[in-house]
């Protein structure tokens, strides 16, 4: 009865472990949700009066202009585009979607970092894709890898996210952006470029994106949801004009258009002088929290796990020295109210079992502090 | 470099129709908005004070378990469901998407209406689909061609409109809705059943679902862009468990759920006595403009052209009498200031060029009686 495309999806293992993790008295260090107590509600508040009647009325299928001039004048920083080249989509998950249903027949290969973001391998399911891994590291991706990739298939694109990666936390080196970028150009592929988290960085220096070195070999995906609010379901995406003209077509079919009232709201924050303040609120929030990971880690754990520290987005991705995998140790952490991802659920094939995605975000550094204690017990009755 | 499916959607011509039709002075007959002024802002913004921090996280993938309870125990009142059976969705567009993805294979069989819902007809294209048409009339679908198409494919699903449909504002008899529950079962074949209009009845006796009569061969389709407000991209769907299941993992693929603030801004209306009021004022003022549709084409062009006079919805279907067609009016028409959708557009094959979709929901009763002025105007000049 159902198309291959329905059976080929796996329903998100995350979406099942975040019904765990809000049992009462669990300190759930598994979604990659933004801090509930920091989402700028006073400050949308305050905009209310900015909304009208017309807000409440069918609009135009790219977003309204306002918002696509405002993102593309305010938020895309490091090169020049006019609102033309953005679209506004129903989160970033949707703009994932449209690129790939505009570019993907079944059978197209999509090559993928190992391990990736699951929302995108759940994506490239649907479309019945040939999903080709390459590993990944805390520089970026394996370019020995992924050039003999290109070299022995004929790729439709590559999923990158080279801002603090979902689930590892890396962040692409200067160099490999350039060498990622003069591949593109050599093999003539297109990235698409993943950055929900680019605005989120606690140290170092702001990277120029992949698509302002190679725009035309390029689609960049951003969220509205890790820097304003996921329940606007807002994001945008950047592409060329004839591959807007394509993916206009996929936006007609999915939704017409993403809901204007929040589009109003949104441009109108994005124009209010709060929403700066916001931002550097997350940031400072979220560069505690960070640190208290990473000290927690060290005094808990640190002779038992390694792991590179974040310089910015939501996650750590933690390596099991010893023989064992986290996976059953996940039940004894549920059993002590602590909640992680396993982190064999963000590989495609070949699960590596020997590394645990921990999120920061939307805990407290005290409770993150109480949670590593908690997993250190875990840790030391399985070794009894 | 684009998928089959891009290349199989076309772009909408209504869309472009739009474009047109928004010039300075156009009285636009051609559009399925409602009512711009009727839009319920002050009735919303008196439910802002119910909205919280809560609703800017993330939420489920089905829906907020509250509009879900809520809108089957309020608006579904032809049958006893339980929210379970309900998924809220970003507009009806995404209902028909969903469950166009979840369903079919490229190649797989969708009969249809001729004419039927032009964005019906997108989606469909985008899945690939073969689409078989067969004729309909003001009692509803064909029935011994159904029967034969039934009789000689293997048909996926059938797409229907019961109420008012868009483009012909006919509404299925009883007894028709009767056959066609027979026809499901005994064919045991799904009927997609897409009713968005249904709740804008203003003559005659309000007919039961086909959901009602055949929940197990049935998905229903419904929207909150007529009764409350398209900028809030809302809809529901309700289907078995089994189809809900696999449509949960396309809705996590295609936005992860819908806005939890639209949602939470949602249900808080339906729970307060305006909506019903608002509910009226829309019948009242839309059956107002029905009659003055009716009236201005009884006095202009009643020797022209025929119609049915629609019982609700949005929708007249001009028959043209003469020989001839409307597609080389529509030139004189907008020269004259009134556009309309001419019906060629809502076919998939052998487009009939004798009809014209006319709507009265975003007109004053003036500028109807003015707008069939101009119309009568072009015909008078294109038979000189």
């Not at 570019?103 to 290969?109: A, H, M, S, T, V």
């Not at 170092?204 to 689609?219: R, T």
């Not at 060329?240 to 003209?245: D, E, G, H, R």
Request: net charge negative.
């Amino acid at each position: 009865m159902f198309s291959n495309a329905a059976l080929q999806i796996e329903s998100s293992f995350i979406r099942d472990i975040l019904a765990v993790s809000q049992q009462p008295g669990m300190i759930s260090l598994a979604g990659g949700m933004p801090a509930s107590e920091l989402l700028p509600w006073p400050q949308l508040q305050a905009q209310f009066g900015k909304l009208s009647q017309g807000d409440l009325q069918y609009s135009l299928t790219p977003g309204l202009p306002a918002l696509r001039e405002q993102v593309a004048k305010q938020l895309v920083t490091d090169c020049d585009i006019s609102g033309d080249e953005i679209m506004i989509t129903t989160g970033s998950q949707q703009g994932l979607d449209l690129i790939t249903r505009t570019l993907i027949n079944p059978g197209d290969k999509i090559i993928v970092e190992a391990p990736t973001f699951l929302g995108a391998l759940q994506t490239f399911q649907a479309s019945q894709a040939d999903i080709l891994a390459v590993p990944t590291s805390p520089e970026g991706p394996d370019m020995d890898a992924l050039t003999h990739c290109l070299e022995t298939n004929a790729v439709k694109f590559i999923y990158l996210q080279p801002n603090f990666q979902n689930p590892t936390g890396f962040s692409y080196t200067l160099a490999r952006r350039q060498q990622l970028a003069e591949l593109a150009r050599r093999y003539n592929v297109l990235i698409v470029e993943d950055d929900p988290y680019g605005a989120l960085r606690y140290e170092g220096e702001a990277l120029p994106s992949l698509y302002s070195m190679v725009p035309e070999h390029c689609v960049r995906l951003v969220s509205f949801s890790k820097t304003v609010a996921p329940g606007l379901r807002l994001g945008w995406l950047q592409a060329s004009s004839a591959i807007q003209m394509q993916l206009n077509k996929f936006k007609q079919v999915a939704d017409l258009h993403s809901s204007s009232l929040n589009q109003q709201l949104l441009v109108a924050f994005l124009q209010s002088p709060d929403f700066d303040a916001h931002i550097q609120t997350l940031l400072n929030v979220y560069r505690q929290r960070c640190d208290a990971m990473h000290n927690a880690l060290s005094d808990q754990l640190g002779d038992q796990v390694s792991w590179q520290k974040p310089q910015g987005g939501m996650f750590f991705w933690l390596n099991l020295h010893r023989d064992g995998n986290w996976k059953p140790l996940f039940d004894s952490a549920i059993r002590e109210n602590v909640a992680y991802v396993p982190g064999a659920a963000f590989y495609f094939d070949k699960p590596s079992q020997q590394f645990a995605r921990l999120s920061f975000s939307n805990v407290s550094a005290e409770q993150i502090t109480q949670g590593i204690e908690r997993l250190a017990q875990v840790f030391n009755e399985a070794t009894v």
